[in-house]
């Protein structure tokens, strides 16, 4: 569960509020190199709504225009188009959780470089999934790339994995092919094939269950194990770089600025 941050004067804006970043407020983000430009940039651009969720479940953030679209392909396209979200200056996602949207309104008013926020949560898995969703809808890889690597590193420094559920939530929402997903399902293997009794003992569900229930699933699994055995993976969370980064737009991974390289 996401722990809601509390909005500063100069960070982000309360939902439902017209607040926005005040550029020479002490706690305006810090200059950002690369990218994406900080919110302090777009404090005379125009506001629009982003609403996620349903009824009582939902929640509506208005935000700086300019500094969305910067952001967001996604949002771009809807809010600049002949769609019906650019004649009402409002960009609904009904099917999405509106908690991914509270992390994602963080990171935009925020410094984007910093996962801070998400630091805190004594259940990291559950809020970077929602997140990772919504990210991956509005098109936001540098968000994508930033989630997988905070995960990434609270899994290291617990020495633990998280659970079954994880990997099929991400499968049912037809994200098999994205990063975060190899990842998980390469951990889970690495953990079955390197401590099998351990494994099979603080899962949640037993794996054999999970494939009698879903084949195609199993298909890979058994490939995803033999190729672990055959090649003798390494521990998936200590891996370096940005294997598990999404570079939709062929940016530079932020990882490798000023390295004076291209991600392929």
């Known amino acids: 569960m996401v722990r809601p941050i509390k909005a500063e004067s100069g960070n982000m804006p309360d939902s439902n509020s017209h607040a926005g970043v005040l550029e020479n407020s002490p706690s305006a983000p810090a200059p950002f190199v690369g990218d994406s430009p900080p919110a302090a940039q777009f404090t005379q651009s125009p506001l629009v709504a982003v609403s996620v969720g349903r009824g009582e479940n939902s929640a509506t953030y208005n935000i700086y225009k300019d500094l969305l679209t910067a952001h967001?392909?996604?949002?771009?396209?809807?809010?600049e188009g002949r769609w019906e979200e650019a004649k009402n200056n409002c960009v609904k996602l009904e099917e999405h959780d509106p908690k991914a949207?509270?992390?994602i309104v963080n990171w935009l008013y925020r410094d984007p470089r910093t996962m801070n926020f998400l630091?805190?949560?004594?259940?990291?898995?559950?809020?970077?999934?929602?997140?990772?969703?919504?990210?991956?809808?509005?098109?936001?890889?540098?968000?994508?790339?930033?989630?997988?690597?905070?995960?990434?590193?609270r899994l290291l420094d617990n020495k633990s994995y998280t659970g079954l559920s994880s990997i099929l939530t991400l499968r049912q929402a037809g994200m098999s092919s994205k990063p975060l997903y190899v990842f998980l399902l390469k951990l889970h293997v690495w953990m079955f094939c390197t401590y099998p009794k351990s494994y099979n003992n603080t899962l949640e569900q037993k794996i054999?269950?999970?494939?009698?229930?879903?084949?195609?699933?199993?298909?890979?699994?058994?490939?995803?194990?033999?190729e672990c055995l055959a090649k003798k993976w390494s521990d998936p969370r200590k891996e370096t770089g940005c294997v598990y980064?999404?570079?939709?737009?062929?940016?530079?991974?932020?990882?490798?600025?000023?390295?004076?390289?291209?991600?392929?």
Not at 208 to 226: A, L, P, R
Not at 253 to 261: A, T
């Open 72 to 79: 967001s392909p996604y949002c771009k396209a809807s809010l």
């Open 101 to 103: 949207l509270q992390v």
């Open 119 to 153: 630091q805190v949560q004594s259940d990291l898995c559950a809020a970077v999934l929602p997140t990772y969703q919504l990210a991956d809808k509005l098109l936001m890889p540098n968000l994508q790339n930033e989630l997988v690597d905070v995960l990434r590193q």
């Open 208 to 226: 054999t269950d999970v494939i009698k229930e879903d084949f195609d699933f199993g298909k890979v699994w058994i490939m995803y194990v033999q």
């Open 245 to 264: 980064h999404d570079h939709l737009d062929g940016s530079e991974c932020y990882l490798l600025r000023g390295v004076k390289r291209r991600h392929e």
